[in-house]
């Protein structure tokens, strides 16, 4: 899905966008780990945002993530039912209410897996991520052998790379946007802290070392497959793209593997962002701002068992309404974007608020200085500059932005109607 959105707004030049990401998005992660060492808080960015700046802040902040991570799974669930009709039921691949039931039945054992407890998740995402790593570096190096070769639907130039293949500011900014919801989804760990045994260093070190796998994947992964099929292939395939590309780089069965890894791979994604969305959802309602039975947790454990069912029902929800539209390429494209833009705006405020933090101890050392200051603050302007530049060159259309700034817009009402009608405390906290 990510694949089709990149090659349509930026040409064959997405790794572009995905290398541009990387250095914010690091400096962004170590914000997140300085943070996470100073107050391990489930919420992460919503209490760190409030603590430091301001509770109305801290709430839009944590009313973004949510969105993010509800909407997400819409992206993910689509492309999960997708990928099992192509392996089992072909005939049925774009049928819209099979897509919807198969979907909705891996929502469902995802959130019963969460719901086991964070072992039972790690498990399956170590045996997931081992697999899927090692069979899409395969395929991608048959893929860069047969671009090399002449055997795809474009042949390599380097003029790929200038301003006139991404298509300028406007396709750049379309790419880094979708690049920036590629990536995202690192900061998973963090939302897990109060559940993890070393909660003060370890979700900070994998928030890093998640940023830096995405970016090597990323990279490869997008130079090699993307000149595989045509672009009006590759748009017509938006839901399962590497289905079709390994139909065309490899031979009968083993086609039928890279649509097994695209699945598991989904479905790991869509477990994080379960679990990332229930956690968020838990810390919020300890504060009164989100459903008080959000708080009700597992004996064992601690999972937060009502929030996981909670937002597993509004993830069936959020598909039926995706699904609804007449094309599936337009509303993943659509979501794509819009997530992207929503989570440069909480990036961004995280990466502030860390800076803001640590200012005091920002000439204790040279360590200090680069993490606690020019890093964080690399974040800062860079999602300050996607924000601003993606609005002036057109890379966002109405929808995205109705459905992404429009979101962030219902959140500062709910806030308010929170504060000023329900006099909820945590908005008096300054």
């Known amino acids: 899905m990510s694949l089709a959105g990149l090659v349509a707004v930026s040409g064959y ?134 671009l090399f070769h002449g055997h795809t639907a474009a042949t390599f130039s380097w003029q790929w790379f200038s301003w006139d293949g991404m298509g300028h500011m406007k396709g750049l900014m379309g790419g880094i946007l979708i690049a920036c919801f590629m990536y995202s989804g690192w900061d998973a760990a963090v939302y897990v802290n109060e559940e993890t045994e070393d909660r003060v260093n370890s979700p900070g070190r994998a928030a890093l070392a998640s940023v830096v796998m995405l970016a090597l994947m990323y990279s490869i992964t997008t130079f090699a497959f993307q000149g595989v099929l045509s672009p009006a292939d590759l748009q017509a395939h938006a839901g399962n793209a590497l289905s079709a590309i390994g139909i065309r780089l490899l031979h009968k069965p083993w086609d039928a593997v890279v649509a097994l890894v695209v699945l598991t791979g989904t479905l790991a994604s869509l477990q994080s962002a379960v679990v990332a969305s229930s956690r968020m959802g838990f810390a919020m309602s300890r504060d009164r701002v989100m459903p008080q039975f959000f708080q009700r947790r597992a004996a064992q454990g601690g999972t937060p068992w009502a929030a996981t069912l909670t937002m597993c029902a509004l993830n069936l929800i959020l598909l039926a309404l995706a699904l609804s539209t007449g094309s599936i ?53 860079f999602s300050a500059w996607v924000l601003l530049e993606s609005l002036y060159s057109g890379a966002v259309t109405p929808v995205v932005l109705g459905y992404g700034l429009g979101s962030i817009g219902v959140g500062a009402v709910v806030a308010i109607f929170l504060h000023r009608v329900l006099a909820v405390q945590f908005f008096e906290r300054i």
């Not at 392996?87 to 469902?108: E, M, Q, R, S, T």
């Not at 200012?359 to 302007?381: E, F, H, N, Q, W």
């Open 13 to 146: 030049g997405g790794v572009i966008p995905i290398l541009i990401c990387f250095v914010p998005m690091i400096g962004i992660a170590i914000a997140y780990q300085r943070l996470n060492r100073w107050d391990q808080s489930a919420g992460a960015t919503y209490t760190w945002v409030a603590r430091v700046f301001h509770p109305y802040l801290g709430f839009l902040s944590g009313w973004m993530i949510l969105l993010y991570y509800t909407l997400g799974t819409t992206t993910l669930t689509i492309p999960a039912g997708i990928y099992t009709l192509e392996l089992w039921a072909p005939a049925y691949v774009d049928h819209h209410g099979a897509i919807f039931a198969v979907g909705a039945l891996w929502n469902l054992l995802i959130t019963a897996i969460a719901i086991l407890g964070l072992r039972a998740v790690a498990r399956v995402e170590w045996l997931i991520v081992i697999f899927e790593y090692a069979v899409l570096l395969i395929v991608a190096a048959v893929a860069i052998a047969a």
């Open 329 to 381: 390429a337009l509303a993943l494209s659509n979501a794509a974007s819009s997530l992207g833009l929503i989570s440069i705006v909480f990036y961004g405020l995280t990466a502030a608020a860390a800076f803001w933090q640590q200012r005091a101890t920002l000439t204790s050392s040279v360590g200090d200085l680069v993490c606690g200051g020019v890093l964080p603050s690399i974040g800062v302007l």
